[in-house]
């Protein structure tokens, strides 16, 4: 400890010896001096450069977030209106995907949902270029709270390669507002037996759905024909869809014509949509029968953005319809039938070979969907519909749009009577149903 101070000692006398040379002061000032001095940055140009950092990083911020929600490889399957929405930026980002053992890969991109339509796109991948096989060998399926099942239908693509498809794909009903989980089930089958599955649940964001829809209540009654009638309910116009129902029959309506033999089994409806003066194109349309009666279902294109004017027709209505008409026939005979408005021409009854056969003439859409031949007082089934050469119908007048055929029925006898259960025909009303200016 005695030599720790003496060596402190020692050095705290040193340091007080120590003397600073003379001229010290003056050369370090001449030294600053030749230094060069900094220009010192105005407040207005580092103000500018602050303001011109943040616009150049929120442009590139702002860029980038676009194309984080913008589908990519979608462009030639998706309509003008899902083009367009996918260039705004609209819908849910999924990006969630499942490989399988054999390196096939799903992701399930993104989603678009509004009031008509959850659209889902998905991509399929195969490292081998046999990507069309594997999607014929690939079944999916839809499915929210409590194992609802969603029916959808959609289009593909696939790339030049054939390692890459493109799906979009459309459910009929949208996800109820308590169900929050999708589950996309993926199965792939191998000689009619699933090899593998697997599932890709994705949550549903609806802060991201598509704006808010356009909703019509039309409410209004079209007269098929005395008796019948169809009513157009709604129309909702989503971002995506305009679609359009109604109801052809009501259960009561469709139990008393079951108990009355006098059932109609529609097939199809034409409806025409006009906005702004223009045809919306139509993508598909729907009729189901249930415990709630018969409906109806017409998906159109979305609407024009400055819409100003509506109009809504009913252009044609093709149906099944009982009948239990009997006509009396005879060899040779030629006669003129009306069927529920609908006209047909018998122009010649023969015998040939042990058989039957009748010759008739009716408009195009009109077909004897379900007729016999009563021949002294049995049943004959019709074994067969012959074309006649239109060339042949040349001298007949009376029907415009003319349908030649001959049908064949197994037997010959003296009393003939054609029974006709049911016929199938194209109505045309070109009836206006709704028409009106609408303010946005």
């Known amino acids: 400890m005695d030599k720790l101070d003496k060596l402190l000692s020692e050095e705290k006398k040193r340091l007080e010896d120590l ?66 929405l996918n260039n705004l930026g609209k819908g849910q980002i999924i990006d969630k995907s499942h490989t399988f053992k054999n390196g096939v890969k799903i992701t399930v991109d993104g989603i678009m949902l509004d009031d008509n339509n959850m659209i889902i796109f998905y991509t399929l991948y195969s490292p081998k270029t ?19 099942q969603f029916i959808f239908d959609g289009s593909g693509q696939i790339n030049e390669d054939e390692t890459e498809m493109k799906w979009i794909i459309s459910t009929d009903e949208i996800p109820k507002f308590f169900e929050r989980t999708i589950k996309f089930n993926i199965s792939i089958n191998e000689d009619n037996k699933v090899i593998e599955t697997a ?52 259960i009561l309506e469709l139990g008393l014509d079951y108990i009355n033999e006098n059932r ?121 519909t012959i074309s006649v050469d239109d060339k042949d119908l040349s001298k007949i007048e009376g029907i415009e749009t003319k349908h030649a055929r001959t049908l064949r029925f197994k037997g010959i006898g003296k009393n003939l009577s054609l029974d006709i259960d049911s016929i199938r025909y194209t109505k045309s009303y070109d009836a206006l149903i709704y028409s009106d200016g609408i303010d946005n």
């Open 264 to 384: 109609i089994r529609p097939e199809n409806i034409e409806m025409l949509l006009i906005a702004n003066g223009k045809e919306v194109e139509i993508q598909k349309s729907g009729i189901s029968t249930n415990i709630d009666g018969i409906k109806f279902e017409q998906r159109f294109d979305a609407l024009p953005s400055n819409i100003k004017d509506l109009q809504l027709k009913l252009v044609s209505f093709t149906g099944d319809f009982d009948v239990g008409l009997s006509v009396d026939l005879s060899i040779g005979q030629t006669r003129d039938v009306e069927i529920l408005g609908e006209d047909i021409k018998i122009v010649d009854v023969y015998e040939k070979d042990g058989d039957t056969f009748i010759t008739i003439i009716t408009k195009k859409d009109t077909i004897l969907s379900r007729t016999s031949l009563n021949i002294d007082g049995k049943a004959s089934e019709l074994q067969e």
């Open 130 to 148: 046999n990507v069309g096989d594997i999607d014929s060998n690939i079944n999916i399926t839809l499915e929210g709270m409590g194992k609802r």
């Open 19 to 84: 003397k600073t040379p003379e001229n010290m002061e003056s050369r370090l000032r001449e030294s600053l001096e030749r230094v060069p001095k900094k220009k010192k940055k105005s407040l207005k140009i580092r103000v500018a450069s602050l303001l011109l950092a943040v616009l150049i990083l929120g442009y590139n911020m702002d860029t980038l977030a676009y194309y984080g929600k913008k589908l990519i490889g979608y462009e030639n399957i998706m309509t003008g209106t899902l083009e367009e």
């Open 199 to 250: 599932q890709i649940p994705f949550k549903i964001d609806r802060s991201q759905a598509l704006d808010k829809s356009i909703r019509i209540n039309i409410g209004k009654k079209v007269q098929l024909s005395k008796d019948r009638s169809i009513k157009i309910k709604n129309l909702v116009a989503s971002p995506t869809t305009t679609v359009i129902k109604g109801e052809i029959q009501n």
